[in-house]
C-alpha cells in the first residue's frame, strides 16, 4: 500500500498510552523497541486501522526510536496500513495453494461485485479489497482474512453472503 496524504487525528488516550505502557513492562526500560509491533498493532487500532506518518512519529516519540525505524516495519508488514481502509478489509491469500484452487478469480470476483480495484476502497468506505502474502491456512484454500477472523473454502456464494452479512453489520471483526 501507498502512503497516503490524507490527514488523522492523532489521539494517544490515557486508555491507550496505559496499554502502551503495560506493552512497555514487558520488556526492559532500555529495549523499549522490542514492543515497537505490539504497540503500532495498539496505536493502529485506536486511529481508525492504519497509521499516518505523523502517528508513525509520534509511535517513534513515545518508544523513544528514531521515526525510520519505525517507517521500516509498517513498510514491511502488511498488517499495518499506512491509508485509510475500508470497515472491512478484505485480504486474500494469493500464494500457491489459494491460487491453484480460485483465489485470484474470487478476489476479482469480489472487487467487481464492489466496483473496485484491488488495494481501493469503495466509496461509502465499507470495504477494501486487498491481496496479501501467505496467511498460513493452506489446507483451507482459497481463503481470505477480515478483521482477526478466517473465511476458509471460499467460493463465490461465500462471498456474496460475506458481502450481505457485512453490509448488515453482522460481521464481528475482533
Known amino acids: 500500500m501507498e502512503i497516503s496524504n490524507a490527514k488523522q487525528e492523532i489521539n494517544i488516550t490515557p486508555e491507550l498510552q496505559a496499554r502502551i505502557d503495560e506493552l512497555l513492562s ?3 526500560a532500555d529495549k523499549k523497541k522490542s514492543a515497537l509491533l ?3 498493532h495498539e496505536v493502529q487500532d485506536a486511529h481508525d486501522n492504519w497509521l499516518s506518518v505523523p502517528l508513525q512519529d ?6 523513544e526510536i528514531k521515526p525510520i525505524e519505525v517507517y521500516e516495519v509498517v513498510t514491511f ?3 499495518y496500513n499506512q491509508r485509510p481502509i475500508g470497515n472491512y478489509m478484505f485480504e486474500f491469500c494469493r500464494t500457491s495453494c489459494c491460487c491453484l484452487r480460485g483465489a ?8 467487481e461485485k464492489l466496483g473496485i480495484k484491488e488495494g481501493e476502497t469503495t466509496p461509502d468506505g465499507k470495504f477494501t479489497v486487498v ?3 501467505c496467511l498460513g491456512a493452506c489446507g483451507y484454500a482459497p481463503m481470505l482474512q477480515i ?7 471460499l467460493t463465490k456464494e461465500k462471498i456474496d453472503q460475506l458481502i450481505e452479512e457485512c453490509k448488515a453489520g453482522q460481521v464481528n471483526l475482533h
Do not use: N, S, W
Open 38 to 40: 505490539p504497540v503500532l
Open 147 to 153: 478483521g482477526d477472523y478466517y473465511k476458509e473454502h
Open 131 to 133: 491481496g496479501v502474502e
Open 58 to 63: 509520534k509511535v517513534a516519540e513515545i518508544l
Open 104 to 111: 485470484e478469480d474470487l478476489m476479482e470476483y469480489t472487487c
Open 77 to 79: 508488514y502488511t498488517m
Open 26 to 28: 514487558h520488556y526492559p
